[in-house]
């Protein structure tokens, strides 16, 4: 599983990034995290709004930070 953080290094994008490490974690799953922080690469995935979150290819969240539990289920 990859797990990308789309954002240029915002609050946001920093706080979604640790929820999304923590829900993994309790969900026993290891996948590899990446941030993306070019705009132009950010672009490519259709994003206008960070932050936003990338699971294995989707676009799962765009413009917010969901709690974990919502994480939680777009990871399992």
């Known amino acids: 599983m990859e797990i990308l953080i789309l954002g240029t290094g915002c609050p946001k994008c920093t706080k979604l990034a640790e929820e999304a490490q ?9 996948p590899e995290f990446r941030k993306v922080t070019q705009v132009a690469e950010i672009m490519k995935y259709g994003v206008m709004m960070t932050p936003a979150l990338v699971v294995d290819g989707v676009v799962r969240v765009v413009g917010k930070v969901p709690s974990r539990a919502e994480l939680k289920a777009m990871l399992s």
Not at 22 to 30: F, K, N, P, V, W
């Open 22 to 30: 923590a829900a993994a974690g309790e969900l026993g799953l290891t």
